[in-house]
């Protein structure tokens, strides 16, 4: 740490100080020998031995008692009355003054100085008042203008002291501050010399020289003559330098002009860089698969537009992926996530950018791809995606779909994006693993798919849904046992609307859920009201796999049996196959069923259908799907099929309806075969309740 920060100035100061001082010593010294040898009448001999108690008590460093300025005092008015002439009483004056202006600590100056001030006054006017004669104008002036000189020069003299020891204590702080700085400083002079550093700017610098000589900075040996931006006021740079260990470090280095001199900092800035390249990569990077994430991968399509390229999006989105994550956990999801990105990433090859962007949906950006180029893009991803992926427990290969839009002039990268999804979304609803480039159409179905969406939200919310019953006949008796549910939309401007034209869009969305609420609470009343009026009839609900796994499902239809009424052995829940492959809705399913409501299985035969389900989980009653049914004429084989499920529903306990039965012949064969009860056309079509009264079936 070099001190000399200050120190011209100061010194020079220090150099007075100590002539002056010298000065006091020599004024105390011959004042005492003038005493003994010059002075006059009896008192001179013990006044000068007393001159010499205050030149003892002036070595003791530190003191200044005020029994030594007392003494001061008394030997300056002795001093005046026997000295032949005043100069050497003034000289002697003088040294007691400034030695007092000089002390440490002399903030209580000029106050010790008075009594020798008092002293030499009153000396005077005791000359004056005894030795009238003698006074003289020019004599009294010559006694008292080294006086007023006096007063006013060490006045002078201790404040400079006192400025220069205050400067002093200042630069012994900031002295201090820099040395314990963890920040490397050097402070460079007019001639790039360093008039300040601390320990810290050695080693960070890699400074082995002579601390008075050059600054090295990691451009070169010279700081002050870097061109590369160390002494450049602003921003820091950061330039990366070895360490030892073979680790790069990052040292930044920033220059300050302080007057005619420039402060230099250097920090060493290797963990906030490390840190900073992990946040970048965390952005830049998806953390499952190592893909591009979706910010960095939409900045890179932003780029790329700007630059007037013309580029290929794709937008893949995995195909059942909640399935496999429902079916197989969590851990096997990710997994899964990472093969396809891996298959993905292998397909776009090096010049293509290969992104996550969220969830199971992928996106490739492939610069300067036309339509065509995409197109084979897709493909060879769907073909590297399919190939049989082992790990699951099962065979099992990745389905995706994939929608692409191509660059057109002006086109921002969100409308991109945009048209990619809307096109991936065509390929999803047209069954998936396939691929769709985008057109302008799909974006106006996109957009009347969302005016579904809400309108089918009013409808729920307004009651717009209607439910429509169709009886299902116990073919022994060919009357009504119950009768099945059938939600319509009677939706404003279009009439009534089947439930394919929106159960699918309710999934999707979510509202099913309270969708499935009103037709079971409508579909229970409606079952009250016809036990009202004496007619026994249970009734069937169908309800989705989504709807099940919510967990509200349970309380909700206890609430419903509880405020209606309805024994819950006259309500069947109808479910499809596709039950199966969702843990949580199966495991609902069975709650339902300990309340004692009935399960059915819908459509059976076309679905999911496994034995060992069957046989795992119980229903009460399994329904023959109507594309078995309608076929019982044209072959043996179907016959032989429906036949096989009815035995199977009977070794199961359960009990089977046939459904779609048109004629008369389907109705027979069917009695014959076992089956004890069917619904269908042949019977009555679905239709309200208040048509129900005048239907012509018999119901019991
Ligand atoms: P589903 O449960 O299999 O219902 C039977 C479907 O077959 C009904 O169609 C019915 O009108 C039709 N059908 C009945 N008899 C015959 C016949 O003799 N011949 C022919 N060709 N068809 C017949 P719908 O009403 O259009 O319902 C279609 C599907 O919509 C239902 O199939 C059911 O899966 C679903 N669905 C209906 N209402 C609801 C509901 O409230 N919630 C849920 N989640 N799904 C519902
Ligand atoms: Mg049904
Ligand atoms: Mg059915």
Redesign the pocket.
């Known amino acids: 740490m070099d001190g000399g920060l200050l120190s011209p100035g100061l010194s020079g100061l220090r150099r007075t100080v100590r002539l002056t001082s010298a000065f006091t010593w020599l004024a105390g010294v011959a004042f005492a020998v003038q005493l003994v040898f010059a002075g006059a009448g009896p008192a001179h001999l013990p006044l000068a031995a007393l001159a010499l108690v205050v030149l003892a008590a002036w070595l003791r460093p530190g003191r200044d008692p005020w029994a030594v300025a007392a003494v001061e005092g008394v030997v300056i008015l002795g001093a005046t009355l026997v000295m032949p002439t005043p100069q050497p009483v003034i000289a002697f004056l003088f040294a007691v003054t400034v030695r007092r202006a000089l002390r440490v600590g002399a903030e209580r100056f000029p106050v010790r100085a008075l009594p020798a001030l008092v002293g030499y006054l009153a000396g005077l006017t005791w000359w004056l008042v005894d030795q009238p004669a003698a006074v003289t104008g020019p004599q009294v002036a010559a006694n008292l203008m080294p006086l007023a000189g006096l007063v006013v020069e060490s006045l002078a003299l201790h404040e400079a002291v006192r400025a220069t020891r205050l400067v002093e204590r200042a630069n012994r702080t900031l002295e201090a501050v820099v040395r314990a700085s963890p920040v490397g400083l050097v402070l460079l002079d007019e001639e790039g010399r360093p008039a300040l550093r601390n320990e810290r700017a050695r080693e960070l610098l890699d400074w082995t020289g002579d601390p008075g000589d050059r600054v090295p900075c990691p451009h070169g040996p010279d700081l002050s003559r870097c061109t590369a931006g160390c002494r450049t006021a602003g921003e820091a740079v950061e330039v990366e330098v070895p360490r030892p260990g073979g680790i790069t470090g990052v040292l930044a280095v920033h220059a300050v002009p302080i007057e005619r001199r420039t402060l230099v900092t250097a920090q060493d800035v290797s963990k906030r860089r490390r840190f900073e390249e992990v946040l970048r990569a965390r952005a830049e990077r998806d953390e499952l698969t190592g893909l591009a994430g979706r910010a960095h991968f939409l900045h890179l399509v932003d780029q790329a537009l700007l630059a007037g390229e013309a580029v290929g999006l794709l937008v893949i989105d995995l195909d059942g992926f909640k399935e496999v994550n429902d079916a197989d956990g969590h851990e096997a999801g990710d997994w899964y996530l990472v093969s396809a990105a891996e298959r993905i990433n292998r397909a776009a090859g090096p010049v293509a950018e290969a992104a996550r962007l969220g969830g199971d949906e992928f996106a490739v950006l492939a610069p300067g791809h036309d339509v065509r180029d995409s197109a084979r893009l897709a493909t060879r991803v769907l073909s590297e995606l399919a190939r049989p992926l082992a790990g699951l427990g099962h065979d099992t290969a990745i389905r995706a779909s994939v929608g692409i839009a191509v660059s057109r002039p002006g086109i921002g990268t969100a409308d991109l994006l945009r048209d990619a999804d809307t096109a991936m979304y065509a390929a999803k609803r047209e069954g998936g693993a396939r691929i769709r480039l985008f057109r302008p159409e799909m974006g106006e179905q996109v957009l009347a798919r969302q005016r579904d969406k809400a309108d089918l939200r009013t409808a729920v919310d307004e009651g717009q849904?209607v439910?429509?019953y169709?009886p299902i006949v116990d073919l022994a008796t060919s009357e009504a046992a119950g009768a099945?549910?059938?939600?319509?939309w009677q939706r404003p401007g279009h009439g009534l609307l089947?439930?394919?034209a929106f159960?699918g869009l309710?999934?999707e969305t979510g509202l099913?859920v309270p969708?499935?609420a009103k037709?079971?609470a409508g579909?229970c009343e409606q079952a009250m009201r016809w036990r009202e009026q004496g007619r026994g009839l249970g009734v069937?609900?169908?309800?989705?796999t989504r709807?099940l796994s919510a967990p509200v499902f349970l309380p909700s239809l206890d609430r419903v049996l509880k405020t209606t009424g309805l024994p819950p052995t006259q309500l069947t829940i109808?479910v499809?196959e596709s039950v199966w492959a969702d843990e949580a809705a199966m495991r609902g399913l069975m709650e339902v069923r300990e309340t004692g409501v009935r399960v059915a299985l819908?459509?059976f035969g076309t679905g999911y259908s496994s034995l060992s389900y069957l046989q795992r989980y119980p229903f009460d009653v399994v329904?023959i799907?109507?594309s078995f049914t309608?076929n019982l004429d044209d072959t043996g084989r179907t016959a032989g099929v429906v036949r096989c499920i009815i035995d199977l529903a009977e070794v199961l306990g359960a009990h089977t309806v046939a459904?779609?039965?048109?004629t008369e012949a389907q109705a027979d064969w069917l009695r014959r075969a076992g089956c004890a009860y069917a619904?269908?056309?042949?019977?009555g079509?679905?239709d309200t309740p208040e048509n129900w009264d005048s239907h012509p079936i018999a119901v019991s």
């Not at 459904?659 to 048109?662: C, D, F, L, P, R």
């Not at 619904?679 to 019977?683: A, E, I």
């Open positions: 849904l439910l429509h169709q099945e549910a059938l939600v319509r089947a439930p394919g159960i309710a999934e099913i969708l499935g037709v079971l579909a069937t609900v169908n309800v989705s709807q109808e499809t819908d459509d329904k799907d109507k309608g459904e779609g039965i048109e619904q269908g056309y042949l019977f079509r679905p």
